[in-house]
């Protein structure tokens, strides 16, 4: 059977993407929401909801979706890592893709960062520039906290490590510092690159996105793989099976 779509965020610009992208793969939209709606009586007409609201709203989502006992995909991004941490065992208590980025191309990438900090050590300076259009309201992206987060994994480092920007630092870089850099203007939909920088050569890896579209076919493509998983917290890498 046909796996029902609920759409909360329906008004935002990746509402909107998903909703035509529904439509172009021959899926059901059984309801379109946002902040503010009653997405409780949504979520009794679909079969799992896809989220692109606002982080603000994720724990009333989570719960209103463990109530129903409905999957969920978490889009939203913009989460602190605290709020993160607290969300999460509600997330685990329903099947939920819960990811920054639901491109096909980004999660290779993120595969190829973790390779790369895993082979290249402390002597290739880790940065990561990201850039996305002026009307992004968080940053660094979720993309790019992603990046990050893995870079950091593998280097046994701790959020500590992060350099948003050198406004005010002086002095030489340090071997242990991972730097991030968010560049806003224009209507780019979102470029990440991930640099390995070592004295004599560089590795650096590019994603760049021009079409919203990709974000949301890949946040459908989970919608309909995780609709049959047990409870717990997947991403992007589960559902393309990159693990």
């Not at 021959?26 to 009653?38: E, F, R, S």
């Not at 709203?57 to 999957?71: F, G, Y």
């Not at 960062?113 to 300076?125: I, Q, S």
């Amino acid at each position: 059977m046909a796996v029902r779509i609920v759409i909360n965020g329906s008004r935002g610009r990746m509402g909107q993407a998903v909703a035509a992208a529904a439509q172009e793969l021959g899926l059901v939209v059984a309801a379109a929401v946002d902040v503010g709606d009653d997405l409780g009586a949504a979520l009794d007409r679909g079969d799992v909801v896809v989220d692109f609201s606002s982080h603000h709203a994720t724990k009333a989502l989570l719960e209103l979706a463990i109530a129903r006992r409905k999957p969920v995909v978490v889009g939203t991004t913009g989460h602190s890592a605290a709020a993160k941490a607290e969300l999460l065992p509600l997330a685990a208590r329903v099947p939920c893709v819960w990811a920054g980025n639901f491109s096909v191309g980004v999660n290779l990438l993120f595969a190829l960062t973790r390779r790369a900090a895993a082979v290249l050590g402390a002597d290739y300076d880790a940065e990561v520039v990201e850039m996305h259009h002026r009307f992004k309201k968080d940053a660094p992206s979720g993309t790019a906290a992603r990046l990050l987060e893995i870079i950091l994994e593998e280097r046994k480092l701790t959020a500590a490590a992060l350099r948003h920007g050198r406004q005010g630092i002086t002095g030489e870089r340090t071997p242990t510092e991972v730097g991030i850099h968010a560049l806003r203007g224009g209507d780019v939909v979102g470029d990440h690159t991930v640099m390995f920088a070592a004295l004599g050569e560089r590795l650096e890896l590019t994603h760049k996105a021009s079409d919203r579209g990709i974000f949301a076919r890949g946040a459908l493509r989970a919608a309909q793989w995780v609709a049959t998983q047990p409870a717990g917290v997947y991403d992007m890498q589960d559902v393309l099976g990159l693990r």
